[in-house]
């Protein structure tokens, strides 16, 4: 009886050569942010340990809720008011917003073109890195081109209720980032840009981005020479 070479059915496996390529993001409609603030978050918090909230609602601070919405590379201006706001920025104020964002848009559009079966098969095939000059807030890349100015937009929170939201919103802007992969994996670089810039037209990043409804944190990526 003939032995089957068992390597014939093998696939050819190359090795694992993860590269880094530079990308800049450009901004092709205003982002709205809203960071979940640390009063959010304690609020949240203590009703889901029964604390009990004060019968007495504090009253809405616009500027504070402005402030509170953004994600600051830098310190936090101690003092909720448009002077220390623009203070900070005077100083030199510094903000970013989630790199998963950008990912979970590019995964999203992608499964929503028909060009993935499901979302899982992308998530390990290519990471994004925020390009900081520090190394810090990994997690956060930084908005570029403009300093963030506050919005107001009536929103309807469920139940017929509705609410005065005060966010902050960045126009024009634009970003630096890195896109790390597997040069030997399943999808090359024109794959991977393609499924990147699909992102930012579908599905878009922010408040109501495309995704949502809405039509802001649309973009597209350019790649950067070196």
């Known amino acids: 009886m003939a032995v089957k070479n068992s390597n014939a059915a093998l696939p050819e496996i190359k090795p694992i050569e993860m590269v880094d390529i530079p990308l800049h993001v450009v901004g092709d409609s205003p982002l709205i942010v809203h960071a979940w603030s640390e009063k959010a978050k304690r609020m949240m918090l203590d009703a889901q340990m029964g604390k009990k909230a004060g019968t007495k609602k504090e009253p809405k601070n616009p500027t504070e809720d402005f402030i509170r919405s953004l994600y600051w590379l830098t310190p936090v201006p101690t003092e909720y008011t448009?002077?220390?706001?623009?203070?900070?920025?005077?100083?030199?104020?510094?903000?970013?917003?989630?790199?998963?964002?950008l990912k979970q848009s590019a995964i999203s559009a992608a499964?929503?073109?028909?060009?993935v079966k499901d979302k899982a098969s992308l998530r390990g095939a290519f990471f994004l890195d925020a390009n900081g000059p520090d190394g810090q807030n990994a997690d956060l890349f930084e908005i570029k081109g403009s300093a963030p100015v506050s919005r107001e937009d009536m929103v309807r929170i469920g139940m017929g209720t509705a609410d005065i939201r005060y966010r902050g919103q960045f126009d024009p802007w634009h970003a630096d980032i890195i896109l790390r992969?597997?040069?030997?994996?399943?999808?090359?670089?024109?794959?991977?840009?393609?499924?990147?810039?699909?992102g930012g037209a579908?599905?878009?990043?922010?408040?109501?981005?495309?995704?949502?409804?809405?039509?802001?944190?649309?973009?597209?990526?350019?790649?950067v020479s070196e």
Do not use: S
């Open 111 to 115: 499964y929503r073109m028909g060009w």
């Open 181 to 198: 992969y597997n040069k030997n994996g399943q999808y090359n670089l024109e794959n991977l840009l393609n499924i990147l810039n699909a």
């Open 82 to 101: 448009i002077e220390g706001f623009n203070a900070a920025i005077a100083q030199g104020a510094r903000f970013g917003f989630p790199i998963t964002a």
């Open 202 to 223: 579908v599905c878009g990043i922010g408040e109501w981005r495309p995704e949502k409804d809405g039509r802001f944190g649309m973009y597209h990526i350019e790649t």
